[in-house]
């Protein structure tokens, strides 16, 4: 018997940095990749720059207000550097209660938030998963 798929395609990897017009311009300039434009998130306290790739993205994120937890992250990695990645499932709620069964932790109070791309996300903690924080979206 094969245990069910939850994870599918990686939707993108997010990578804190210090200054968000410079790294936009260096992956559009210096890799010729399509960058977005910025878009502030204020629900998660940050604006972000996506960049398009054939087969996934790039989230740039940049602090967005005082409270903002890339502010924190950067603090700790003046030069910026990878924040998380994010997987897309079919149903999060299901996936964060199969999660939840399975001993991990759900960060927040536990209820899907709306993410960049206008779809429910949630974030799970990194010391669950390797030291790497990982976001879940809904598809």
Known sequence: MTEEVMIGR????????PDLQAAAAQYANTLGAKV???QDEPDHGVTVVFIELPNTKIELLYPLGGNSPI???LE???SGGIHHMC?????????????????ARVLGDG???TGAHGKPVLFLHPKDFNGCLIE???V
């Open 111 to 113: 209820e899907p938030k």
């Open 36 to 38: 977005g434009a910025p």
């Open 10 to 17: 990686l939707n993108h990897v997010a990578i804190a940095v």
């Open 136 to 138: 879940l979206e809904q």
């Open 71 to 73: 502010r924190g992250f």
């Open 87 to 103: 997987f897309e499932v079919e149903d999060i709620l299901a996936a964060r209660d199969r999660l939840r069964a399975e001993g």
């Open 76 to 78: 700790k990695n003046p």
